[in-house]
């Protein structure tokens, strides 16, 4: 599951945002990976170090870090998601080739890109090998949507032997179709609109719109890809747009809020409850990881500051995990 939009403010700052739907509880914080942080690739036995300082979502797991998102220190920002029977995977590391597992891909790129351009230039020599992410125990089957400070919104979808860019301009990923599927579902919903229907007349009877919103009749409602795609899409299209990075923010998580999934209302094949675990957002130009979790509404936030660049290991930062209310009286 999860849905990713990308977003911009009058005032040109970019952000990327995104819910994290997943049915085993990932438990991640907000945590800051430094410049020149090692670490190992599985595929190979290949150490790689990270010229970049980066801030997301994740966890260490075992000796490893575990990352589904986050913005680097030049304003590159990144976003995994689930795509489930598309992604073909090599099963073998490959000669010539950055061997890579696909949960490490954006530990990476955060850590060695500055830009699309950068990642569209070094993606040739990725290869990600089949491999199972750690605790999950499953080769996770990925694609991702990236971002940088030029308004550009690109993704990658792993589908053939090669990676490549794609360009979205939509600025919306949910999951499985890929994503030329879900452009082309856009045209059963030109119908769709936030004006209010005129009335109608039958024979000599006038039709009176029920109250407002008739426009939104034939929004998709359900928790399926497509329709948070379209739910999504619409809701990011037609909100007004936010003056700056705090309105942006509040905006994107009016958009989520309409895709984002309570507990109970999406049951798995193994009942367990796929739900939205948290809600992340980039800023691309201030560097700054915005976060909340499933039961707490307060969003926190983490920039990438010159004090937090000078750190030489990674910082996990613990947002309150229950419901912060504020007393009035």
Partial sequence: MCTSIFTETKDGKHLLSRTMDFSFPLDP?????????????????????????????????GSAYFVADGVNETGLSIAELYLPGEVHYPTEAKENKMNLAP????????????????????L???????????????????????TDES?????????????HIKENPVGV???????????????????????????????????????????TLGLPGGYTPPERFVRAAFFKEHIAQAEDETSGVTNAYHILATVRIPKGIVVTAEDTED????????????RTYYFNSYDNSQISKVTITDDLLQVDKPVTFLADKKETIKSLN
């Fill in 29 to 61: 914080s907000p945590i800051y990976m430094p410049r020149n942080y090692t670490w190992t690739a599985e595929a190979e036995d290949v150490t790689h170090k990270n010229s970049y300082g980066f801030v997301g979502a994740g966890r260490l797991l």
């Fill in 103 to 122: 949960h490490e891909l954006i530990l990476w790129i955060l850590g060695n890109c500055a830009s699309i351009k950068e990642v569209e230039e070094q």
């Fill in 124 to 146: 040739k020599e990725i290869n990600l090998v089949a491999l199972k992410a750690p605790m999950l125990n499953i080769v996770t089957p990925l694609h991702w949507i990236i």
């Fill in 151 to 163: 308004g550009r919104c690109v993704i990658i979808e792993p589908t053939e032997a090669e990676l």
């Fill in 173 to 215: 990923m949910t999951n499985t179709p890929c994503f030329e599927w879900h452009v082309e579902n856009l045209r059963n919903y030109l119908h769709v609109q936030p004006k209010q229907f005129a009335p109608a007349t039958f024979g000599t009877y006038t039709a009176l719109p029920f109250s407002q919103g008739t426009g």
């Fill in 275 to 286: 739900y939205s675990q948290y809600v992340g957002t980039m800023c691309n130009e201030t």
